[in-house]
């Protein structure tokens, strides 16, 4: 079993089962307009604990969890993989505003 914690990181969770792939997107602990503390994997099956316990999947042959860090949505937004390099001095003067919405959003 992995428990994962789902705060202030974006998560995309990709499940294999005869042949299909599902993705599920799960931004900064929230999944379809509800918010989970964790995501669980144990035994073929992906479950989202929070307020209430959602079954993404069953029976799952494989599952890869990828997670998106706030630089690399800032690298996203500008276009740009400066930002790795060069961190706030990457972000162009006047675009603040624009990229702090982006990241709320």
Excluded: C, W
């Excluded at 509800?34 to 994997?41: E, G, N, S, T």
């Excluded at 069953?58 to 998106?68: G, L, P």
């Amino acid at each position: 079993m992995v428990r994962i914690t789902l705060a202030e990181i974006d998560y995309i969770i990709e499940t294999l089962s005869g042949g299909e792939k599902e993705t599920f997107h799960i931004f900064q602990g929230i999944y379809q307009g509800k918010k989970y503390l964790a995501a669980v994997v144990s035994e073929g099956s992906v479950i989202l604990e929070g307020e209430e316990v959602l079954h993404l999947k069953e029976k799952a042959v494989a599952v890869y969890v990828k997670q998106r860090t706030i630089l690399e949505r800032v690298a996203d937004f500008l276009k740009s993989e400066n930002v790795y390099l060069e961190k706030t001095d990457a972000v162009p003067k006047g675009r603040e505003r624009d990229l702090l919405r982006f990241l709320i959003n």
